[in-house]
């Protein structure tokens, strides 16, 4: 256990020079987002569960996407207790709050998913049904076709999470966005070389069809949710209007980030993480503008690193 600390301290101090001081400083006042949104509805205990079974479908899905499973294996003498400790640190914003409000079942419904999730193996989902929706994505969606194969099971659970929520005022859209986080970790491995130039474009031409390619299916899937919402909240057509504005702008700027930091067949940090800060700065609207400054600032280091792979195509 004090060995995987030191790593992960060792791990969290690498991405923290990578970002910067400046970016450091700027983007610390994201830590207090949570209990913004949570203030409100933390004291709802039908909204409390919800989000409690949201958070937690949520943690799910991360871990059946870690790659570090066999790593922390062999490193730690109880990997169990790991898993445990690093859930409920995600999930501790929503703990503290349930504490605060006294939410106790939402907090013992969340405290004891976090405690079997761990224990979930791997698992491909896999039917005949997955593969034939998964099939109805087109090709280029490769990103798409791959993760879904892997959580299909798992990202229609919270969607319908998601839309069973929207009767109620602002929770919803606040899990649409995160599910919009979930789908922009599909993207997050960088693609093979020869991938990148099957697209036959330059590099300005290739960000502007990632962006569009991949804002356009999400917010297709989001329709259904926006528009349920709105028969519900009709008074809220104004922030379903900044919604859909923020989702496309925000996987400009993941998609920017990424690309600025390309390395053929492997997956950023220091993306990550910048991407990470990026979605929660939807949550504190004076820091709003801060990641497409970020955006502006890496877009010309994006077309650098992409004109040495697609300068053919100029």
């Known amino acids: 256990m004090s060995n995987l600390l030191l790593f992960r301290i060792k791990q969290g101090l690498k991405v923290l020079d990578g970002l910067g001081i400046g970016y450091i400083l700027l983007f610390l006042p994201l830590m207090v987002f949570p209990f913004l949104f949570l203030r409100k509805y933390a004291i709802n205990p039908q909204a409390a569960q919800l989000m409690a079974i949201g958070l937690s479908v949520f943690i799910l899905f991360v871990h059946q996407n870690r790659k570090d499973i066999r790593f922390i294996n062999i490193i730690s003498g109880n990997p169990y207790?790991?898993?445990?400790?690093?859930?409920?640190?995600?999930?501790?914003?929503?703990l503290v709050a349930f504490l605060i409000f006294q939410q106790w079942k939402a907090m013992a419904i969340m405290a004891g998913l976090i405690l079997v999730i761990p224990l979930i193996k791997k698992a491909s989902y896999r039917s005949g049904l997955n593969e034939k929706l998964i099939r109805l994505l087109p090709i280029h969606l490769f990103e798409w076709r791959a993760a879904l194969r892997k959580t299909f099971l798992l990202v229609s659970l919270f969607y319908l999470i998601i839309l069973a929520c929207t009767f109620l005022p602002f929770l919803s859209i606040f899990l649409a966005w995160f599910f919009a986080i979930m789908v922009s970790g599909f993207l997050m491995e960088n693609e093979p070389v020869n991938v990148l130039e099957s697209y036959e474009k330059g590099p300005k031409a290739f960000l502007r069809h990632k962006i569009w390619q991949h804002t356009s299916v999400t917010m297709l899937c989001l329709l259904p949710v926006l528009l349920s919402y709105l028969a519900f909240n009709p008074a809220h057509w104004l922030l379903v209007l900044i919604f859909t504005i923020l989702?496309?702008?925000?996987?400009?700027?993941?998609?920017?980030?990424?690309y600025s930091f390309y390395e053929p067949g492997i997956k950023s940090m220091a993306s990550n993480t910048y991407v990470s800060i990026g979605a929660l700065a939807v949550f504190i609207p004076f820091l709003l503008p801060l990641?497409?400054?970020v955006a502006f600032i890496r877009f010309k280091k994006a077309i650098k690193k992409l004109n040495f792979y697609l300068d053919d195509f100029n």
Do not use: D, Q
């Open 247 to 258: 989702v496309p702008a925000f996987f400009a700027y993941m998609i920017i980030l990424k």
């Open 291 to 293: 990641p497409m400054v």
């Open 81 to 94: 207790a790991v898993f445990v400790l690093e859930y409920h640190l995600i999930g501790s914003p929503l």
